[in-house]
């Protein structure tokens, strides 16, 4: 199948799309037949494809298409187009698991390696814009839990055969160019000279070589990397930053799944709003300090986490006598035995999600692909101070992670090294002006 799919590939532009649109029926008819008043925008502002958002006077749809190598570095990092056919799949199967929060795929084209899918019309907008807009969504939580437990949940051995688990994993591991790059940009170029790695320069020279000369972090880092390629617990988005979330909430994106850890999504999100926070002091102005904004963005990661915990839980608990073979009824037949292997099981994935979005932050910090949250803070000086407080956090989570016995415990953690980075924001600034005052 991969052979057949690399016949009749070409990267579409805008005109060649309205023609590929005209001859497809599965998207001409989502336009409603009005396909002389086609509009087309090109909104890929990611990393690898080209994504375009078509409209007309009686409908609209989004358009992806895969490029054959990484779009923000260019044809001299070759990327395999299969992508598209694991996230048209990952879209259709989570979208049958949580239809509410994942976009209707309407077409998929193997051969061009394209997908149509849903248009999510404005006021909606990215997620990672609106933190950084500082705007708050007050169902965030209850949203993305509820995705996160149904699409873990139902993907795992708790509630399938071990045969119907292992057929999952077959189909997703094929995947094996997106899982290679994950490895290297998370868990490999961080922590080593890697001429795709960047940071704020010359700011943070020495944050990132104490990241490369740090043994313990890379031992620490060196058990995630290893975890995310041997544990296939769940069909895992794989890419679950703010970036990857439409606000409605809907998720979009999953071109990086596979069968993998469940932490690794939670850890991606948790870790993508712990980024926000940190950001909101070089967003916060005269008119407005966000320092309320960041306490709501406390609230956000500690809701999150636990109404996923109650929701997976519940789950469960409601599947127990089920066909899932990773816990027994049969064996598991006493409540208490049952509750004591779930507070095991959960404490695991939180342990785990603490270090994977440890991880992800830091790749953020010294790695090649960084966020708008921070990269948007236009004074350098500023910015460094905001990541350098993300990075001194993010490390002591990911080596301290196992201490944490609930999330309320991260959020102290958070709250003690923004009064650090305050305290040390001001001694910079109070350095700066006698130096100025000299000049």
Same mark, same amino acid.
């Given at each position: 199948?991969?052979?057949?799919?690399?016949?009749?590939?070409?990267?579409?532009?805008?005109?060649?799309?309205?023609?590929?649109?005209?001859?497809?029926?599965?998207?001409?008819?989502?336009?409603?037949?009005?396909?002389?008043?086609?509009?087309?925008?090109?909104?890929?502002?990611?990393?690898?494809?080209?994504?375009?958002?078509?409209?007309?006077?009686?409908?609209?749809?989004?358009?992806?298409?895969?490029?054959?190598?990484?779009?923000?570095?260019?044809?001299?990092?070759?990327?395999?187009?299969?992508?598209?056919?694991?996230?048209?799949?990952?879209?259709?199967?989570?979208?049958?698991?949580?239809?509410?929060?994942?976009?209707?795929?309407?077409?998929?084209?193997?051969?061009?390696?394209?997908?149509?899918?849903?248009?999510?019309?404005?006021?909606?907008?990215?997620?990672?814009?609106?933190?950084?807009?500082?705007?708050?969504?007050?169902?965030?939580?209850?949203?993305?839990?509820?995705?996160?437990?149904?699409?873990?949940?139902?993907?795992?051995?708790?509630?399938?055969?071990?045969?119907?688990?292992?057929?999952?994993?077959?189909?997703?591991?094929?995947?094996?160019?997106?899982?290679?790059?994950?490895?290297?940009?998370?868990?490999?170029?961080?922590?080593?000279?890697? !001429? &795709?790695?960047?940071?704020?320069?010359? /700011?943070?020279?020495?944050?990132? *070589? $104490?990241?490369?000369? @740090?043994?313990?972090? #890379?031992?620490?880092?060196?058990?995630?990397?290893?975890?995310?390629?041997?544990?296939?617990?769940?069909?895992?988005?794989?890419?679950?930053?703010?970036?990857?979330?439409?606000?409605?909430?809907?998720?979009?994106?999953?071109?990086?799944?596979?069968?993998?850890?469940?932490?690794?999504?939670?850890?991606?999100?948790?870790?993508?709003?712990?980024?926000?926070?940190?950001?909101?002091?070089?967003?916060?102005?005269?008119?407005?300090?966000?320092?309320?904004?960041?306490?709501?963005?406390?609230?956000?990661?500690?809701?999150?986490?636990?109404?996923?915990?109650? !929701? &997976?839980?519940?789950?469960?608990?409601? /599947?127990?006598?089920?066909?899932? *073979? $990773?816990?027994?009824? @049969?064996?598991?037949? #006493?409540?208490?035995?049952?509750?004591?292997?779930?507070?095991?099981?959960?404490?695991?994935?939180?342990?785990?999600?603490?270090?994977?979005?440890?991880?992800?932050?830091?790749?953020?910090?010294?790695?090649?692909?960084?966020?708008?949250?921070?990269?948007?803070?236009?004074?350098?000086?500023?910015?460094?101070?905001?990541?350098?407080?993300?990075?001194?956090?993010?490390?002591?989570?990911?080596?301290?992670?196992?201490?944490?016995?609930?999330?309320?415990?991260?959020?102290?953690?958070?709250?003690?090294?923004?009064?650090?980075?305050?305290?040390?924001?001001?001694? &910079?600034?109070?350095?700066?002006?006698?130096?100025?005052?000299?000049?």
């Amino acid at each position: 199948m991969a052979a057949e799919a690399e016949q009749g590939f070409c990267p579409l532009d805008e005109a060649s799309l309205v023609a590929y649109i005209k001859a497809t029926p599965a998207l001409a008819s989502r336009l409603g037949g009005a396909l002389d008043s086609i509009t087309i925008r090109e909104v890929g502002d990611g990393n690898l494809n080209f994504v375009y958002i078509v409209l007309s006077d009686a409908g609209a749809i989004v358009i992806k298409q895969a490029l054959p190598y990484v779009r923000c570095v260019g044809d001299s990092w070759p990327m395999t187009r299969e992508r598209a056919y694991f996230e048209a799949s990952a879209l259709r199967e989570h979208g049958r698991l949580c239809p509410d929060h994942v976009p209707e795929v309407y077409h998929f084209d193997r051969a061009m390696s394209l997908i149509g899918m849903r248009y999510i019309e404005p006021p909606h907008i990215i997620l990672r814009k609106g933190l950084i807009a500082g705007v708050e969504y007050p169902h965030l939580a209850e949203h993305m839990s509820d995705y996160m437990a149904k699409t873990l949940f139902f993907t795992s051995m708790i509630y399938n055969t071990t045969t119907d688990h292992k057929k999952g994993v077959a189909q997703y591991c094929a995947n094996v160019e997106m899982c290679r790059l994950t490895e290297q940009v998370v868990f490999s170029d961080p922590y080593r000279v890697s !001429k &795709f790695n960047r940071w704020t320069s010359p /700011h943070l020279d020495k944050d990132a *070589e $104490a990241v490369r000369e @740090d043994d313990e972090l #890379k031992l620490e880092a060196a058990e995630l990397k290893a975890m995310f390629i041997e544990r296939a617990q769940a069909l895992i988005h794989g890419d679950l930053h703010t970036g990857s979330i439409m606000i409605l909430p809907k998720v979009i994106d999953p071109e990086f799944a596979f069968y993998g850890p469940m932490g690794f999504d939670i850890g991606a999100f948790l870790g993508n709003l712990i980024l926000a926070y940190f950001a909101q002091n070089g967003h916060a102005d005269q008119a407005n300090d966000r320092k309320a904004y960041k306490k709501w963005i406390l609230k956000t990661i500690e809701e999150s986490w636990n109404l996923f915990y109650n !929701k &997976f839980v519940e789950l469960w608990n409601k /599947h127990k006598e089920g066909n899932g *073979e $990773a816990y027994l009824p @049969d064996i598991f037949n #006493k409540s208490d035995l049952l509750s004591l292997a779930q507070k095991k099981y959960m404490i695991n994935i939180f342990h785990d999600s603490l270090g994977f979005g440890a991880a992800k932050m830091i790749r953020r910090i010294v790695g090649i692909a960084h966020v708008e949250d921070l990269e948007s803070i236009r004074d350098a000086n500023k910015r460094a101070l905001c990541e350098r407080a993300t990075l001194n956090c993010a490390k002591a989570i990911l080596k301290g992670r196992r201490q944490y016995e609930n999330i309320e415990q991260l959020s102290i953690e958070l709250t003690e090294n923004t009064i650090r980075g305050i305290a040390t924001q001001s001694l &910079f600034c109070f350095t700066h002006s006698k130096e100025n005052a000299k000049r």
